[in-house]
């Protein structure tokens, strides 16, 4: 089942604009993860963040994480063209074994 | 290897026949994830493997669909009598710890 939804759909921004992507889920969770995804083939993970932490940082990639409000976010900080890919959170399944993804946000960046 | 490698890379048959796809997960990894992206969409889990344990096969559409791993690492998943909406691409992942996972280039598999 789906747990996680990106929001928005697409984004389209240009070279050296921040882009902000959101996420949101429905149980509780001890970890959200965020992966890109070029042309539509393998994935790569980016970052996690802990329920336990409310911001992390990795390079220009800036997440924070609200158990309150069952959501997360993205912030892609001078964005450059090779950032453009689908973006996707993904969240650990009720038995922790396996993580649900959610249905991703396109981030076109214009040079 | 260094990744996770997928094999073949594309594959495209046709309607009714049986196709198998390949997946070698990282060296030591004991997890190891198929799932399934149709065009333009999320993530679709089919099955996990863990160790020795019997896999978490919740996640197949229908019995036309098959997995193993022998000796905890290659992993092949089998389609039989493939039908045009299993045309998708085939993502395999393998994970230490069930948290990271380690993303194949997948199989872009096309019915006709």
């Known amino acids: 089942s789906q747990q996680g939804e990106e929001d928005p759909q697409a984004l389209s921004i240009q070279e050296g604009e921040n882009a902000t992507m959101n996420c949101s889920y429905k149980?509780?969770?001890?970890?959200l993860q965020w992966y890109r995804q070029n042309s539509g083939r393998g994935l790569v993970h980016l970052i996690l963040?802990?329920?336990?932490?409310r911001e992390k940082h990795s390079g220009r990639l800036r997440v924070t994480l609200d158990t309150s409000k069952k959501s997360s976010s993205l912030l892609i900080t001078a964005s450059r063209a090779a950032d453009t890919a689908s973006y996707f959170c993904?969240?650990?399944?009720?038995?922790?074994?396996?993580?649900?993804f959610g249905t991703g946000t396109r981030l076109l960046v214009s040079p | 290897g260094a990744g996770v490698s997928q094999s073949p890379s594309n594959k495209v048959t046709e309607k009714g026949k049986d196709v198998e796809l390949r997946c070698d997960p990282i060296?030591?990894?004991?997890?190891l994830y198929w799932y399934r992206q149709s065009l333009g969409q999320g993530l679709e889990f089919l099955i996990y493997?863990?160790?020795?344990?019997?896999?978490?096969k919740s996640g197949l559409p229908s019995d036309r669909f098959s997995a193993e791993r022998t000796g905890g690492s290659v992993s092949t998943l089998t389609i039989q009598r493939t039908q045009q909406e299993d045309s998708a691409v085939y993502l395999c992942?393998?994970?230490?710890?069930?948290?990271?996972?380690?993303f194949g280039p997948g199989t872009r598999l096309t019915v006709l």
């Open positions: 060296s030591g990894h004991t997890a």
């Open positions: 493997f863990q160790g020795n344990s019997a896999p978490d």
């Open positions: 149980t509780s969770i001890n970890n």
């Open positions: 992942a393998s994970s230490l710890d069930a948290n990271t996972q380690y």
């Open positions: 993904a969240t650990p399944d009720t038995g922790f074994q396996k993580l649900v």
């Open positions: 963040i802990r329920s336990n932490e």
